[in-house]
């Protein structure tokens, strides 16, 4: 066989190839598994990052790069809580079903007043992403850290996945004080945080000095004071 019929017969093969392999397009996609239908009363959005559920069945969503926080009311229609955020993150609501939202790229936990207003609940946080409040009203937040006095209260750094930047910790915001203090530390890939009367819980890879796992949930109980 000549070079060139080799290299004719091998642009075929090729094409032969790309015809009958399925392309991301094409390929199905792989069903959710549920117990029940599942919807999708959101969809098409930056980038979703928080949520948080009303009594009423209201839905709030942050969308970190757009800067806002989406409200889907029960009836489906949706509407902007709050905009000109610094990319929001976690959402919670307090006993009067007020927003919590922490707010990454300006350290800040801010509170959505009825009013529409917003209230500064914590600020000094560096990369601020989740956030559970106890029934006794205390905040718990993940963060990277505090701030240190020197830094600046907006930072430019793309906190896509703040993970990379070492372990975490968790700050509790006393309710009567204000105060924030660290309760938890060396906690990598720390994915989410949820509170009782009784203890904290922490999704996350692995806690800094204890046996390395491959994900984990730590429950911290909750000490007086």
Same mark, same amino acid.
């Given at each position: 066989?000549?070079?060139?019929?080799?290299?004719?017969?091998?642009?075929?093969?090729?094409?032969?190839?790309?015809?009958?392999?399925?392309?991301?397009?094409?390929? /199905?996609? /792989?069903?959710?598994?549920?117990? *029940?239908?599942?919807?999708? @009363?959101? *969809?098409?959005?930056?980038?979703?990052? %928080?949520?948080?559920?009303?009594?009423?069945?209201?839905?709030?969503?942050?969308?970190? /790069?757009?800067?806002?926080?989406?409200?889907?009311?029960?009836?489906?229609?949706?509407?902007?809580?709050? %905009?000109? !955020?610094? &990319?929001? *993150? %976690?959402?919670?609501?307090?006993?009067?079903?007020?927003?919590?939202?922490?707010? =990454?790229?300006?350290? &800040?936990? +801010?509170?959505?007043?009825?009013?529409?207003?917003?209230?500064? !609940?914590?600020? #000094?946080?560096?990369?601020?992403?989740?956030?559970?409040?106890?029934?006794? #009203?205390?905040?718990?937040?993940?963060? =990277?850290?505090?701030?240190?006095?020197?830094?600046?209260?907006?930072?430019?750094?793309?906190?896509?996945?703040?993970?990379?930047?070492? @372990?975490?910790?968790?700050?509790?915001?006393?309710? %009567?004080?204000?105060? !924030?203090?660290?309760?938890?530390?060396?906690?990598?890939?720390? =994915?989410?945080?949820?509170?009782?009367?009784?203890? +904290?819980?922490?999704?996350?890879?692995?806690?800094?000095? !204890?046996?390395?796992?491959?994900?984990?949930?730590?429950?911290?109980?909750?000490?007086? #004071?």
């Amino acid at each position: 066989m000549t070079a060139a019929r080799l290299a004719l017969a091998l642009a075929l093969s090729a094409v032969a190839l790309l015809a009958v392999a399925p392309s991301a397009a094409t390929a /199905k996609a /792989k069903p959710i598994v549920a117990r *029940a239908p599942v919807e999708i @009363p959101l *969809a098409g959005q930056r980038e979703l990052v %928080g949520v948080a559920v009303a009594p009423d069945g209201t839905v709030y969503v942050s969308d970190r /790069k757009a800067g806002v926080v989406w409200r889907l009311a029960p009836g489906g229609s949706l509407t902007v809580a709050v %905009g000109g !955020l610094r &990319r929001p *993150a %976690g959402l919670a609501l307090d006993a009067d079903r007020r927003l919590l939202i922490a707010e =990454q790229q300006t350290g &800040r936990v +801010l509170r959505l007043e009825p009013t529409g207003t917003l209230s500064v !609940l914590a600020t #000094g946080l560096r990369h601020p992403r989740w956030v559970a409040l106890a029934p006794s #009203g205390t905040l718990y937040i993940s963060a =990277q850290r505090l701030r240190l006095p020197a830094e600046r209260d907006e930072d430019e750094e793309d906190d896509e996945d703040a993970d990379n930047d070492g @372990p975490r910790v968790i700050v509790r915001r006393d309710p %009567g004080t204000g105060t !924030l203090s660290v309760v938890a530390s060396g906690l990598r890939r720390l =994915q989410g945080v949820a509170v009782n009367g009784q203890a +904290l819980y922490a999704a996350l890879k692995r806690v800094v000095a !204890l046996a390395p796992v491959d994900g984990a949930v730590a429950r911290f109980p909750l000490l007086p #004071g």
